[in-house]
T-cell receptor
Framework: DVKVTQSSRYLVKRTGEKVFLECVQDMDHENMFWYRQDPGLGLRLIYF???????EKGDIPEGYSVSREKKERFSLILESASTNQTSMYLC?????????????FGDGTRLSIL | AQKITQTQPGMFVQEKEAVTLDCTYD???????LFWYKQPSSGEMIFLIYQGSYDEQNATEGRYSLNFQKARKSANLVISASQLGDSAMYFC?????????????FGSGTRLLVRP
């Protein structure tokens, strides 16, 4: 079974802090994704990566950056956290072997910015 | 315009009955894929079923089936013989085109509650 692990289930940080959310997958997937989920809005893509050191902006990249130094790890960074970044963050990964490959998700991190 | 529309914010179904969750999509691509995910209250997103735009038959996976009507651009999820454990949020998602990124666009979700 694919395992996508996010480092924290719950996280509380203060405005202005630099926040790191970590995601690790154990199935050698090429593609990795970061989403945020807000009520009534579904999942919105922040950034994704299709290879080590490669990254592309998603639909809502402002205020975020990412890092992929190793294939199995994809980090989301909030450079200077703000209260409007309070949300559920979901990491996902997928194989690069055809468009029918589903994305496999972690359990999510509920982030609160005070 | 929304790419994925789920018009039912919430639904009830009686245990053991079937339920249909609606999903309509908007794309000009000829090649695309449609996915359904389940999200229980614990938060993890669970992949349920996939339908490719060129698949001639409706996808089925156990108690889940996808009612794919290409001309109407709809991809409704049918859950047969509902169980209490089916209570969750359900998301429809679409992958457009043939690029290598395989990005998904998600709908806003439908919350399903199964009554005993």
């Amino acid at each position: 079974d694919v395992k996508v692990t996010q480092s924290s289930r719950y996280l509380v940080k203060r405005t202005g802090e630099k926040v790191f959310l970590e995601c690790v997958q154990d199935m050698d997937h090429e593609n990795m994704f970061w989403y945020r989920q807000d009520p009534g809005l579904g999942l919105r893509l922040i950034y994704f990566s299709y290879d080590v050191k490669m990254k592309e902006k998603g639909d809502i990249p402002e205020g975020y950056s990412v890092s992929r130094e190793k294939k199995e790890r994809f980090s989301l960074i909030l450079e200077s956290a703000s209260t409007n970044q309070t949300s559920m963050y979901l990491c996902a990964s997928s194989l690069d072997e055809g468009a029918n490959q589903p994305q496999h998700f972690g359990d999510g991190t509920r982030l609160s910015i005070l | 315009a929304q790419k994925i529309t789920q018009t039912q914010p919430g639904m009830f179904v009686q245990e053991k009955e079937a339920v249909t969750l609606d999903c309509t999509y908007d794309t000009s691509d000829q090649s695309y894929g449609l996915f359904w995910y389940k999200q229980p209250s614990s938060g993890e997103m669970i992949f349920l079923i996939y339908q490719g735009s060129y698949d001639e038959q409706n996808a089925t996976e156990g108690r889940y089936s996808l009612n794919f009507q290409k001309a109407r651009k709809s991809a409704n999820l049918v859950i047969s013989a509902s169980q209490l454990g089916d209570s969750a949020m359900y998301f429809c998602a679409m992958r457009e085109g043939m690029d290598s990124s395989y990005k998904l666009i998600f709908g806003s979700g439908t919350r399903l509650l199964v009554r005993p």
